[in-house]
C-alpha cells in the first residue's frame, strides 16, 4: 500500500498579507433545505437548492506592530494555502469581519478571535 500525503500545515493571506494564524474553522453551508409534503409516506420527498454561506472562524496572534485594523477589513479576499507542497489555493472573496474578541492569558500570547462571512469560494 502506497505511503498517502494528508493536509497539514496551512498559511494565511488577507489582501495579499501573510497573518500569524492560531486556528483556522471554515463552514460551509450548503443553503439547501428540506422539503416536507403532506403525503401518506409520510416522509419527506427533496430539497431545495439556496443559497450558500460561508463562515470563517479565525484565532490569530496579536502582533505588537503591524496589525490588521480588523474592524475595517469590507470587500476583502482570504487565501489559504498548504505551507509546505503543492497543494491547491483557496480563495474566499468579499470577507468582511462580523466579530472581533481578545484574549490574554498568562501562559499563552496574546490572541484574537475573528468571525468572518464570505460571498464567494474559488479554488485556484
Known sequence: MALQEYAGAMALEVDGKEIEVIDLNV???????????????????GY????????????????????????AVDKSKLTI??????????SYLDCFVIEIGNKFTVDNEGRRTLKLQSLRRVIE
Open 81 to 90: 494555502y498548504p505551507a509546505t507542497g503543492d497543494g491547491q489555493r483557496e
Open 27 to 45: 463552514v460551509t453551508k450548503t443553503g439547501r433545505k428540506l422539503v416536507k409534503t403532506m403525503t401518506r409516506s409520510g416522509r419527506a420527498k
Open 48 to 71: 431545495s437548492k439556496g443559497v450558500a454561506e460561508y463562515s470563517l472562524d479565525l484565532t490569530v496572534a496579536i502582533p505588537l506592530s503591524g496589525d490588521i485594523d480588523w474592524e
